[in-house]
Nanobody
Framework: QLQLVESGGGLVQPGGSLRLSCAAS????????IGWFRQAPGKEREGVSC????????NYADSVKGRFTISRDNAKDTAYLQMNDLKPEDTAVYYC???????????????????WGQGTQVTVSS
């Protein structure tokens, strides 16, 4: 069974940091594009960041540029989203997604991905 499992969410104060992990099981991430998305209550799911299959290309939403960093460790079949200087507006359920395609680019549109995790809650509040 092909699965993505997120972890690392939680409650953090504004200005704090969290690192989310996305572990793949049933397949390797070597030849996959990976994206991180988030969905706040009452809002549509939006793309946050992505990383190409090779890891050489990354993209970020304007709202998280300079604060979030996406990375991957193919040896561990795991991707990460390091989130620094968190703000209350970052509060959402965060999802990782993958598409098994070896490409040197990535995008943050929902329909570009066909494997999704179950999500992990991130709450930024004092």
């Amino acid at each position: 069974q092909l699965q993505l499992v997120e972890s690392g969410g939680g409650l953090v104060q504004p200005g704090g940091s969290l690192r989310l992990s996305c572990a793949a099981s049933g397949f390797t991430l070597d030849y996959s594009v990976i994206g991180w998305f988030r969905q706040a209550p009452g809002k549509e799911r939006e793309g946050v960041s992505c990383i190409s299959s090779s890891g050489g290309v990354t993209n970020y939403a304007d709202s998280v540029k300079g604060r979030f960093t996406i990375s991957r460790d193919n040896a561990k079949d795991t991707a990460y989203l390091q989130m620094n200087d968190l703000k209350p507006e970052d509060t959402a359920v965060y999802y990782c997604a993958a598409r098994r395609l070896y490409v040197t680019y990535c995008g943050t549109k929902l329909n570009e991905y066909n494997y999704w995790g179950q999500g992990t809650q991130v709450t930024v509040s004092s």
